[in-house]
């Protein structure tokens, strides 16, 4: 196999016959970076994936050398492969939104079959009546279309559209914020998110990574010696940036040491800047950790390059690009594991630039440099480097690596006298260690890949929403804590004894304490697609709903299995296809957007269910009063149909607009089992909807009894309108027609739609107040209203609808009394939105402790009482 060849099965390397070999496998690891690999045998047979490096992995793509190998797996039985199966043996389930529609559909049924039996069989003493002619089953024909007429009116018709609209909705709303959503159910999935389980290289991360500290040498007396520390400002490539020293910026031309520095940083490095026209963005050309260095040069600007009137691609090497003039790269001795260094012979380009002539730049494992250093460089000097003053380097350089941040650090070298490269044996990579001896220090870098600038208070948003944050990676465990502290998932002082694993660390548990270990942890290193898997499964049997983020071919079947799994835009079409969700940013914070938004959804769903589920009630109890107390239908089929299909679509869909409660992320996650209906919202929608069947039963009443332009019967005569004949001595002149008029019908119908269009306005939040969260918020909610008004008088006042839906038009007076009975729905509303916000706990305190208290007398009674 070499350079540019994509690896056919799982091989296990025989043979290397290059300098170096590496290979990119972040397609099955995630790793960021190339690794080098090697043909050693590695001793522990329960190595990782990322640990063995003597073998090469069927789909990832060598990127240096070349090597020969012996094939040992090949399709599925391959890393790959075990991926695949994993996958597809992973059954898709129904998510807690798509669970609780099934339950209320299935509730809702079973209540509306038996309203319209009990209406029917209620008034079976009514099927002989002299209105249907004196025949049984006539009768029974007209209340089994009054209950037909019940069933039209219970079943909230446009609620399955609605919800499909408002989870579209959602959708656009998350593509604005970077998350593609693949699957519409899982938007409101999202909202009961309890756990978030993220890579960190790229998400919680920049995955670029950049130089924060360096050092050089400042005096070195006998034994003792100090150092000149520096910060470097910026977390991107992007080449701005500032050099501080004591919170200080300073100029690094002004320190020969750090002009030193930026000339091996350019020299001793394959890598560059580009500028991304299309995405406005600086990239890598080559290594990660060489384009840190080349970064580095360009925000040190040692020569004090002009750099202002540049374009951004111009801008994107140029500092490095004055250094590269002045010293020519003559050959490369590529890096070695044994060595672990690389370098660089140079020569001057001009023969008057340096005297001194040739000279080899070194950059490498602090550890094995400095051991290779005689001096250091203290200004322009060469020192001899004694022991207590390499001491003192590594001791700082220890505390880089170990620290709160955990840098890679990486030592700077030159050999100010190299021999003739005429000399050197270039073919053998063993004879490099001699070249890179005698060396002089010049000093180190420090760099990580930094988290992502709004990583922090996204995290902290989380736990204020009770959501846990789970970081697993595929990096080091020492890496991986550092970077949970300086994120927020664990404190500066934390003891993460419990709270963080490596992969080998969590196999190495039994059962019991590794389900124990998912529900404390917060942090998983080392890890392998099976352990993201089996987490998964453990959070899942805690019923947890969990967000597994990936980008990888080995985090898809953790995607599959998770209740939403969360692809990255830059990662593999496998991961994608795996998700419910992308994110085009790869960004930590976009998911939490996107559970802001998921929680928004679910109560704009709530909502909306609520305005038409009240809605219907009242239609249910319009036609079961009327039913009951043998009054003249208050609404007739049709006219059902029209409001529960045209006239409350456009408001229930508007309510998808409104915007999130105040509060919406300061609440723990929903618990997925919660019915979709609690008890009290139960409780308010009976409340509300008995109202709207009494007014809408009262408006068409009002009309008979007390309107100036109807019969002014009696409430008794009016109860029994069916028994109307001209023999009749009750109905003495009275037109028995009058009991057919279209007024209270119309009546009816139109208070039934005005209080519909107040209960929307009740909508906009489940438990603010109209005087915090006015209407306006939801500007699209006032259109649908007008909307549905101006649908209301076009069959009102628009022939031929008149006829077509048995209506017709009102006068003003009677417009006075429509609004009379339909205003105070607003206020029964906000009285229990009120004890929502106020008394709800004592409330349901007192129910529990009266049942409880009932219970036990219950209980209490001995057999002879009972």
């Given amino acids: 196999l070499v350079v540019g060849d994509k690896v056919p099965a799982d091989i296990r390397i025989i043979e290397i016959r290059s300098t170096t070999l590496r290979v990119d496998q972040s397609i099955l690891t995630g790793e960021s970076v190339s690794v080098i690999k090697h043909a050693d045998p590695i001793p522990d047979p329960r190595a990782v994936n990322q640990d063995k490096k003597n073998m090469l992995f069927s789909g990832t793509n060598i990127a240096a050398g070349k090597a020969v190998g012996v094939v040992i797996a090949t399709g599925v039985y391959t890393e790959i492969g075990k991926i695949r199966n994993q996958m597809v043996e992973t059954e898709p389930e129904k998510t807690p939104l798509q669970q609780k529609l099934d339950e209320f559909s299935q509730q809702l049924s079973k209540v509306i079959f038996l309203v319209c039996i009990a209406v029917w069989v209620i008034n079976v003493s009514h099927f002989s009546d002299p209105v249907h002619g004196g025949s049984w089953f006539r009768g029974a024909i007209y209340y089994f279309k009054i209950s037909v007429a019940l069933a039209v009116a219970a079943i909230p018709e446009g609620l399955p559209a609605v919800i499909t609209t408002c989870l579209a909705l959602g959708t656009r709303r998350m593509a604005k914020k970077n998350a593609i959503v693949r699957s519409l159910p899982s938007v409101e999935t999202l909202g009961c998110t309890s756990v978030i389980c993220s890579d960190k290289t790229g998400t919680l991360t920049t995955n670029q990574m950049s130089v924060c500290r360096m050092f050089i040498m400042e005096k070195v007396e006998g034994t003792q010696c100090s150092l000149h520390e520096f910060s470097i400002t910026g977390s991107t490539y992007t080449p701005e940036g500032q050099i501080l020293k004591d919170e200080q910026p300073v100029r690094c031309g002004q320190y020969d040491g750090l002009v030193e520095l930026a000339t091996i940083c350019a020299l001793c490095n394959d890598s560059s800047l580009d500028y991304n026209e299309s995405k406005k963005v600086y990239e890598k050309v080559g290594e990660a950790t060489e384009t840190a260095l080349t970064c580095l040069v360009e925000k040190m600007n040692v020569f004090n390059t002009d750099t202002s009137k540049l374009s951004k691609v111009e801008r994107a090497n140029a500092c490095n690009s004055v250094i590269k003039k002045l010293m020519r790269k003559e050959c490369t001795l590529e890096f070695s594991r044994d060595r672990k260094s690389m370098s660089v012979y140079c020569t001057p380009t001009s023969p008057g630039h340096n005297s001194a ?510």
């Fill in 357 to 866: 002539g040739s000279k080899m730049f070194v950059k490498g494992a602090p550890e094995s440099v400095i051991e290779r250093c005689t001096h250091i460089r203290v200004g322009t000097a060469r020192v001899p480097l004694t022991a207590p003053v390499r001491e003192k380097i590594l001791g700082r350089i220890r505390d880089w690596g170990m620290g709160i941040d955990t840098l890679r650090c990486l030592a700077l070298a030159t050999h100010d006298a190299p021999i003739r490269r005429e000399t050197m044996q270039l073919h053998d990579s063993a004879t490099f260690v001699h070249y890179e001896n005698n060396l002089t220090f010049v000093g180190c870098v420090g760099m990580l890949d930094p988290p992502r600038k709004e990583v922090t208070s996204s995290i902290e948003m989380c736990r204020k929403a009770g959501i846990r944050v789970i970081m697993i990676t595929g990096d080091n465990k020492g890496t991986a804590v550092a970077i949970c502290r300086r994120i927020g998932i664990f404190s500066e002082s934390e003891d993460v004894t419990g709270k963080a694993y490596t992969g080998r660390e969590f196999d190495e548990l039994p059962p019991e304490a590794q389900r124990q270990a998912c529900r404390d942890a917060r942090c998983f290193a080392r890890v392998e697609p099976a352990h993201k898997s089996r987490i998964v499964e453990y959070l899942q049997s805690f019923h947890e709903i969990t967000a597994m983020t990936g980008d990888g071919v080995n985090d898809a079947p953790a995607l599959k299995k998770a209740e939403i799994g969360i692809a990255m835009g830059s990662g593999t079409a496998v991961a994608k296809s795996a998700a419910e969700m992308v994110l085009s940013d790869d960004n930590f914070s976009t998911i939490v957007s996107a559970v802001e938004e998921g929680r928004a959804i679910y109560n704009n769903m709530k909502q909306f269910i609520r305005y038409l589920i009240s809605s219907n009630v009242g239609e249910v109890v319009c036609i079961f009063l009327t039913a009951i107390l043998g009054l003249p239908e208050a609404l007739i089929p049709v006219q059902l149909l029209w409001v529960n299909l045209v006239t409350d679509g456009l408001p229930a869909t508007a309510l998808g607009f409104n915007p999130p409660d105040l509060d919406i992320m300061d609440k723990l996650p929903r618990n997925p089992k919660e019915p979709l209906i609690s008890g009290w919202l139960f409780f308010r929608y009976l409340a509300i909807g008995v109202y709207v069947g009494l007014a809408t039963v009262g408006a068409a009443t009002w009309w008979f009894l007390y309107d100036a332009e109807g019969p002014q019967v009696s409430f008794h005569q009016l109860r029994n309108f069916m028994r109307c004949t001209e023999d009749n001595p009750i109905f003495e002149g009275i037109n028995c027609e009058i009991f057919e008029s279209r007024y209270p019908t119309t009546m009816a119908l139109s208070v039934l739609v005005t209080i519909e269009m107040c209960n929307a306005l009740n909508s906009v939040s489940e438990n603010q107040s109209l005087l915090r969260m006015p209407p306006w918020l939801n500007i699209w909610l006032l259109g649908a209203i007008v909307m549905s008004m101006a649908l209301h008088f076009l069959i009102l006042y628009v022939k031929p609808m008149p006829l077509i839906f048995q209506v017709t038009p009102l006068s003003w007076p009677q417009w006075v009394v429509v609004m009379k009975i339909s205003l105070p729905v607003i206020l029964l509303d906000e009285g229990l939105k009120y004890l929502s916000r106020n008394h709800l706990d004592g409330i349901l305190r007192t129910v529990r402790h009266m049942w409880s208290g009932e219970h036990q007398l219950k209980t209490c009674r001995t057999p002879e009482q009972g």
